[in-house]
């Protein structure tokens, strides 16, 4: 079947050559890692969740005037992308103290923040993907001055979104990370974000029972990981009454 070029193969997804120039199709695997990929398991029907949320997710941004790589979903894991120059950062946001931050600042989890915060990391897996500062990245040019700029407006946009969209459906947004790129056209660039936003790049809590619906089901043992996307789904309006749970077996009707 997959006759098609492969362009790259990440952690959770496979980028293939597009139908035409300057586009990708992104393949959402099950493969679900952590801890710099020391931790990797296969959870069943998690990459069609993530592909169906992070459509939803990219559609409402592109119609907002947030600029994606999205163009449309292709099929239950696959989505036709435009092919960026991805800019080698990790961008963080952070509305509430959780993971990295807390240990880093001897924080307690759950802290709401004063205000939320940006992070960079350096996109190097080599490295275990380090924090940097804007300096770092303007200096070693990994983005110039303007396009930080770009990709800080854009984030605080998506995080108001995000949040809006999120709180709406009873889940507290605590923190998530994004990827941009550079899109040309003609002569022109413009900075878009691309990757995915899913429960595996955000930290989502039940606003009621401050359950974890996300990563961090697999990060600490948890279980219950595909449930919990599910729900997030679900309470999005994306699985619709008629459509089976992905994984279920076979069910009784009365
Ligand atoms: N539109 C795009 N054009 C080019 N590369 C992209 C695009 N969207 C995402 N990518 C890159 O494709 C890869 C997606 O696969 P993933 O499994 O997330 O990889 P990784 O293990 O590097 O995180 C990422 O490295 C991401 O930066
Ligand atoms: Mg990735």
Redesign the pocket.
Known sequence: MNRRRRI?E????I?YEGPEPGT?I?HFKDDATAFNNKKHDIIDGKGVLNNRISEFVFEHLNRLGVPT?FIRRVNMREQL????E?VPLEVIVRNVAAGSLCTRLGLEEGTQLPRSIIEFCYKKDELGDPLVAEEHITAFGWANPQELDDIMALTIRINDFLSGMFAAVGIRLVDFKI?F?RLWEGDMMRIVL??EISPDSCRLWDMSTGDKMDKDRFRKDLGGMIEAYQEVARRLGILNESERPVTDGPRLVK
């Open positions: 790259y990440g952690k959770a997804k980028l990708l992104q790589h992308v435009r092919e960026v991805i990827e790129g691309a990757d």
